[in-house]
């Protein structure tokens, strides 16, 4: 089967999922002002642990929150698996559009029993320089974790990362059996 054959699948972020991941960011902040609080009134002054903990918070939780409330106000496409690859903007590091050539496996992980669809670039060097800083390092740190820099999750999916899986493999598939044929 041609990967011209296979048509667009298009998925959005689950708007009552996004809303729970909003609310879960926003009490992260929430503890973050109140650590800051709890310093200033109840022991006369902020201690740099506290101040640490807020930064590290604010600084981990509040991206978090603005791209959640983003999704929310405005509904695109989380991802959209096609003929060309695959368009990944299911999370706020979601690499964009990466063709199924440039794809050399996909598998699920899990990490603390929360399962992931991994998929590694044929030249991870060359897919991780091609990337801003802020998401290089935190793909360094998929690879860590994982094995793979690009992750995706279907928390905020509305579809199993079974059902992900299998698409992506098709695609997959039928992208090397075109390769294959015009060698």
């Known amino acids: 089967m041609s990967t011209e054959n296979l048509n667009n699948f298009v998925v959005y972020h689950s708007r009552p999922r996004m809303k729970k991941a909003a609310i879960q960011n926003l009490v992260f902040l929430l503890l973050a002002i109140f650590i800051l609080w709890?310093?200033?009134e109840k022991r006369g002054g902020v201690r740099i642990y506290d101040i640490s903990?807020?930064?590290?918070?604010?600084?981990?939780?509040?991206?978090?929150?603005?791209w959640a409330l983003k999704r929310l106000r405005v509904a695109s496409p989380a991802l959209i698996i096609g003929g060309e690859g695959i368009f990944d903007h299911s999370?706020?590091?979601?690499?964009?559009?990466i063709a199924w050539?440039?794809?050399?496996?996909?598998y699920v992980r899990a990490l603390t029993s929360q399962p992931y669809l991994c998929l590694v670039p044929r030249d991870v060097k060359a897919f991780?320089?091609?990337q801003p800083v802020w998401r290089r390092l935190l793909m360094l740190a998929n690879i860590k974790l994982l094995?793979?820099?690009?992750?995706?999750?279907?928390l905020a999916l509305p579809i199993s990362l079974d059902e992900l899986?299998?698409?992506?493999?098709?695609?997959?598939?039928?992208?090397?059996?075109?390769?294959?044929?015009?060698?």
């Open 165 to 183: 899986k299998a698409r992506v493999d098709a695609h997959l598939l039928a992208s090397t059996n075109d390769q294959a044929k015009s060698v």
């Open 101 to 106: 050539k440039d794809i050399a496996s996909a």
């Open 38 to 40: 709890h310093g200033l």
């Open 53 to 66: 903990a807020a930064v590290y918070l604010v600084l981990v939780f509040g991206p978090c929150l603005l």
């Open 128 to 130: 991780l320089r091609s």
């Open 91 to 97: 999370s706020a590091i979601g690499v964009g559009q």
């Open 147 to 154: 094995g793979a820099p690009i992750i995706i999750t279907a």
